[in-house]
């Protein structure tokens, strides 16, 4: 399956990027069409799941110290929105950051 990994750096306590990515996890799922999203925290790290335009998609979340990772993996037949899906991520994840 391709993979999507987007790893944004922080200077910020994990709890706090943590309540951040959430909602910007969240608008890139409603972002791509997605719906049925399953979002499992533990501590610093999450498993994700949904679904779009018919696909399951999942993924995990992982906040370091200094960074948080976002990996993805697309079913095969979405490979198309691969780069699509990284610059969203990439996006999403930073605006959330800065704020």
Do not use: C
């Amino acid at each position: 399956m391709p993979k999507v990994t987007v790893t944004v750096a922080h200077d910020q306590p994990i709890e706090a990027v943590v309540k951040k990515v959430t909602p910007a996890i969240e608008k890139t799922v409603n972002d791509f069409q997605g719906h049925d999203l399953s979002l499992d925290w533990q501590t610093d790290h999450a498993d994700f799941k949904f679904k779009s335009l018919g696909f399951t998609i999942k993924g995990d979340i992982t906040v370091e110290p200094s960074s948080v990772t976002v990996n993805l993996e697309l079913p095969f037949a979405a490979i198309i929105y691969k780069d699509k899906a990284e610059k969203g991520i990439t996006k999403s994840v930073t605006d959330a950051l800065s704020r």
